[in-house]
């Protein structure tokens, strides 16, 4: 959950021994110097209930990165990516992704033959998936869903670091998969390169993100429910730019909720195609350095249920 001022204790290991890191563009964090997570700091008079809510409008509002073509090309790199890491442990079956967002993954699983069902917390989102893309998604918090099917596999990218619970939220999925099921689980990684370099100016740092991990930290998380089969890092080729672009920016102040996706949209979509497709291919041998020293941004855990 997110913790307040008051609070005294690591919510993932429990440990007492707690360092605030700020001011961020995500406003305060505690760092537990035990397990390595930090995890954003309310105010003790805030709602956090509201406090959660508001903070996804980072991700989703009426006019949204959804609707950039910037971002779409970017997710799509992405969803690609994550193909290629998963088909590895997993050819065929019955796929539930949590939070799809654009819809990319989705899309990739359905070309690769796979079966694919979406739970999405937006219904701005929820719509744009159903309405134009014609994926099969349901709506709400998927902490509130039973499923009467097993899954052969669970997909969830870049959702734990918006849970208020992520244990709770690590239950149900353990709930949804079928007994020899696995978890494909990705959330910026607090050990990557960008993070070293950066500092409290990394991008990781938003509103949205309530609990950010690393290595340790994810591991601790998993321990008691989850038998870890392979930590892996993948380095997106823009991820380095928006590192610069945000070192360029003031962290004495939180980040506005209702700025997401400004960046995005006001890029040319012509220009971002252009440097995909000569930039990407040029710092591929880097890239790859880093994911093999687990210094990329994002990280991938791949688990079953023990």
């Not at 360029?248 to 995005?264: A, P």
Request: proline share 5%.
């Amino acid at each position: 959950m997110i913790q307040t001022e008051n609070d005294n204790r690591c919510n993932i290991c429990g440990g007492k021994n707690l360092k605030i890191i700020g001011p961020t563009q995500g406003g305060f964090y505690n760092r537990c110097l035990d397990c390595g997570v930090e995890t954003r700091i309310s105010s003790p008079d805030s709602n956090i209930e509201i406090d959660f809510e508001s903070s996804q409008k980072t991700c989703y509002t009426d006019s949204d990165q959804l609707e950039s073509p910037t971002l779409s090309i970017i997710q799509r790199n992405a969803a690609q990516e994550r193909m290629k890491l998963i088909k590895k442990f997993l050819v065929s079956g019955q796929i539930l992704e949590i939070g799809p967002g654009g819809g990319e993954f989705m899309l990739e699983a359905m070309e690769a033959g796979m079966e694919v069902v979406g739970v999405e917390h937006s219904p701005i989102a929820t719509q744009r998936l159903r309405d134009i893309l014609g994926l099969s998604v349901e709506c709400g918090a998927f902490e509130d869903f039973n499923f009467e099917d097993k899954f052969d596999a669970i997909v969830n990218m870049h959702v734990i670091e918006h849970v208020i619970d992520p244990a709770l939220h690590l239950r149900n999925a353990r709930r949804a998969l079928k007994k020899n099921g696995l978890l494909f689980l990705g959330t910026p990684n607090l050990n990557s390169w960008s993070r070293a370099v950066a500092g409290k100016k990394w991008q990781g740092y938003t509103p949205a993100h309530q609990n950010l991990f690393g290595f340790e930290s994810m591991r601790k998380l998993l321990e008691d429910d989850w038998e870890i089969i392979n930590f892996s890092t993948i380095e997106a080729w823009e991820n380095w730019p928006w590192t610069l672009l945000s070192m360029t920016r003031s962290v004495q102040t939180e980040r506005s909720l209702n700025q997401g996706g400004k960046v995005s949209k006001s890029l040319p979509p012509g220009l971002l195609k252009a440097a995909n497709y000569l930039i990407r291919p040029a710092t591929w041998p880097y890239r790859k350095i880093q994911e093999a020293m687990l210094g990329g941004s994002e990280l991938i855990v791949i688990a079953k249920p023990r």
